[in-house]
C-alpha cells in the first residue's frame, strides 16, 4: 500500500509539469497537453470510488458530462457530496482568495504578518504546514484537494481530503460562544438558511494558523509568508447552489485586530461526482524525511552558488 501511495505522488508531480494545453485529438505534446481519458483510474477495489485528486481533469469533466451537473434538477437546500476545483480549472487544489481585495493591516496586524516572512528566498520557511500543524479553517478551504459535505442530525459535517481534517457546523439552533473557552484550528460555527443560502457563522479561531498562504511575496523583501488571524477573527461564509454542479462561496473575514477592514472573497467551486473523500494525512516522519533529502539539500545547493 505504500509503494502504491509513493506512485501515486509520484503521479502527481508528473501531471503537475504539463502545462494548461486542451484536449486535442492529435499526438500529445510534451509539457503542452495535459493527460486524458487514456490515464487510468485506480481504485482501492469493485465498488470503490477514487479521490478528486486521483484523477486528472479530463476524468473529472467526463464524470460531470455523465452526471448532467449544468441540467440536472436539485435541491436549492442541499449542498452535500463532494466537491472539488473550479468551472475554469478542475484540478485547483481549493478555492482563491482574492487577495486584491485584501485591506490594510493594523500595527498589530503587519507585525503579525512580517514575522511569518519565510528566511529564505526559495522557500516558506515558516510556514505551519512544515511540521504538520493543521491548516485550520479558512486555510483548509482555501487548499484542501477536495472537500464533502455530509448532513446529520443537527449538524453538516465538512471533511477535507489534504489533512484528513473536519470541522463540525451547527444546525440545531444554538448560538456562537461568546467568549469560547478554549481556541480551535478549525474554530466553532453554526449554520442555518437564509432564503436560498446557507449561512455559517464562526469565532474561537486558535491563532497559530494562517488564514492562507501569501504566495504573491507583496512585500519589500519579495518572501513569501502568510496572511495572519488573532483569536478574535470572525468569519461568515454564504454557500449558494447555483446549479446542480456548482456552489458559489462568499467568505467574509473580521479580525479588526489584525485588518482595518473586513475581508470578503467570493469563488465558484464545482462538484465532483463518482469520487469520495480519502485519506491525504501529514505525516511527521515523512515530512522530516522529505525536508531531509529534498529540501535542506536544495536550500545548501542554493547557498552555496550565491
Known amino acids: 500500500m505504500r509503494n502504491l501511495a509513493t506512485s501515486s505522488l509520484v503521479l502527481f508531480a508528473a501531471l503537475a509539469a504539463f502545462g494548461p494545453g486542451a484536449f486535442a485529438q492529435q499526438p500529445p505534446r510534451p509539457g503542452i497537453d495535459k493527460p486524458g481519458l487514456e490515464v487510468p483510474v485506480i481504485t482501492p477495489g469493485p465498488g470503490w470510488k477514487t479521490c478528486p485528486r486521483c484523477k486528472n481533469e479530463a476524468r473529472a469533466a467526463a464524470d460531470r458530462e455523465q452526471a448532467k451537473v449544468d441540467t440536472r434538477q436539485f435541491d436549492k437546500h442541499d449542498i452535500t457530496g463532494v466537491w472539488s476545483g473550479t468551472p475554469m480549472n478542475l484540478d485547483d487544489n481549493g478555492s482563491t482568495f482574492d487577495v486584491s481585495k485584501l485591506p490594510s493591516f493594523t500595527p498589530y496586524g503587519q507585525k503579525l504578518y512580517d514575522a511569518t516572512l519565510s528566511d529564505s528566498p526559495e522557500w516558506s520557511s515558516k510556514d505551519p504546514m512544515n511540521i504538520c500543524d493543521p491548516l485550520g479553517y479558512p486555510r483548509s478551504f482555501a487548499y484542501n484537494y477536495g472537500i464533502e459535505f455530509?448532513?446529520?442530525?443537527?449538524?453538516?459535517?465538512?471533511?477535507?481530503?489534504?489533512?484528513?481534517?473536519?470541522?463540525?457546523?451547527?444546525?440545531?439552533?444554538?448560538?456562537?460562544?461568546?467568549?469560547?473557552?478554549?481556541?480551535?484550528?478549525?474554530?466553532?460555527?453554526?449554520?442555518?438558511?437564509e432564503g436560498d443560502t446557507f449561512v455559517v457563522e464562526s469565532n474561537g479561531y486558535d491563532d497559530r494558523s494562517w488564514i492562507v498562504a501569501d504566495n504573491s511575496r507583496r512585500n519589500p523583501q519579495k518572501r513569501v509568508g502568510g496572511f495572519p488571524h488573532s483569536d478574535e477573527m470572525q468569519i461568515r461564509e454564504e454557500y449558494k447552489r447555483v446549479n446542480y454542479g456548482l456552489l458559489q462561496v462568499t467568505i467574509t473575514?473580521?479580525?479588526?485586530?489584525?485588518?482595518?477592514?473586513?475581508?470578503?472573497?467570493?469563488?465558484?467551486?464545482?462538484?465532483?461526482?463518482?469520487?469520495?473523500?480519502?485519506?491525504?494525512?501529514?505525516?511527521?516522519?515523512?515530512?522530516?524525511?522529505?525536508?531531509?533529502?529534498?529540501?535542506?539539500?536544495?536550500l545548501s545547493g542554493a547557498q552555496k552558488q550565491k
Open 150 to 193: 455530509a448532513k446529520l442530525p443537527g449538524r453538516l459535517v465538512e471533511f477535507f481530503e489534504w489533512g484528513h481534517y473536519w470541522r463540525d457546523i451547527w444546525t440545531d439552533g444554538r448560538k456562537l460562544p461568546p467568549n469560547p473557552p478554549i481556541p480551535r484550528f478549525y474554530g466553532y460555527a453554526v449554520g442555518r438558511w
Open 253 to 298: 473575514i473580521t479580525d479588526p485586530k489584525v485588518y482595518a477592514a473586513p475581508w470578503s472573497t467570493t469563488d465558484v467551486i464545482a462538484l465532483n461526482p463518482n469520487s469520495e473523500i480519502a485519506e491525504h494525512l501529514c505525516v511527521t516522519s515523512d515530512a522530516i524525511s522529505y525536508n531531509d533529502q529534498n529540501n535542506l539539500p536544495a
